[in-house]
């Protein structure tokens, strides 16, 4: 049962690079989700998808997009990444927001940008 | 806009209950309980949640307050893999959950 695969577990950027986290799961799921975790706090919902095609911004948007071409898939992109970009960042998935008992995570990525 | 109050840490003695507590004096009538927990470094896993009456799961169990501005999340008999960080999350079930900072429950031999 592979869930939700993301990929890779770690990297290092430095400042002003690009990179795309790349988060599939295997479980139908409609609705996919990206969290940010800094050190110490709780997660922060920077994208979230219901749908292929479909993606809408959460709280901390900026300096990231999102695509959703398959179900599958829900790829994060860093665009010209800077310090305030190191996290470890979480790719979820789930049936919709009423069934949050089923809303599965990914192992993380954890990003260091300097 | 937190909905939630939640102690930063606890502590818990191995093979006591712990018990959370989690305080959401403005919860409306529509809106669940959702704890999740997350163990080091792993994503966040679910536990149990509820809307009105307690519930109880493999895991653990959930009361909440008749007037359900708050609630507290019991393991019955806690051990040290239940060192966590703990999220008690309210929501209708119509957006994305939203984590506060959670409870660090450490459990202690």
């Known amino acids: 049962n592979a869930g939700v695969t993301q990929t890779p577990k770690f990297r290092i950027l430095k400042i002003g690079q690009s990179m795309t986290l790349q988060c599939t799961q295997d479980m139908n799921h409609n609705y996919m989700y990206w969290y940010r975790q800094d050190p110490g706090m709780g997660l922060k919902l920077i994208y979230y998808s219901v749908g292929a095609g479909i993606t809408d911004k959460g709280e901390v948007p900026n300096g990231y997009n999102v695509s959703r071409s398959t179900t599958e898939d829900f790829p994060l992109r860093l665009e010209l990444a800077a310090p305030s970009q190191t996290s470890v960042y979480f790719c979820?998935?789930?049936?919709?927001?009423?069934?949050?008992?089923?809303?599965?995570f990914g192992s993380g990525t954890q990003l260091s940008v300097l | 806009d937190a909905k939630t109050t939640q102690p930063p840490s606890m502590d818990c003695a191995e093979g006591r209950a712990a018990n959370l507590p989690c305080n959401h004096s403005?919860?409306?009538?529509?809106?669940?309980v959702y704890w999740y927990r997350q163990i080091h470094s792993q994503g966040p896993q679910y536990i149990i949640h509820g809307l009105k009456n307690n519930e109880t799961n493999e895991m653990a169990s959930l009361i909440i307050t008749e007037d359900r501005k708050s609630s507290t999340l019991i393991l019955p008999h806690a051990t040290l893999r239940d060192t966590a960080v703990y999220y008690c999350?309210?929501?209708?079930?119509?957006?994305?959950?939203?984590f506060g900072k959670g409870t660090r429950l450490s459990v202690i031999a």
């Open positions: 999350i309210v929501t209708q079930g119509n957006t994305p959950l939203v």
């Open positions: 979820a998935s789930s049936y919709s927001f009423l069934f949050n008992e089923k809303l599965f």
């Open positions: 403005t919860i409306s009538g529509n809106e669940y």
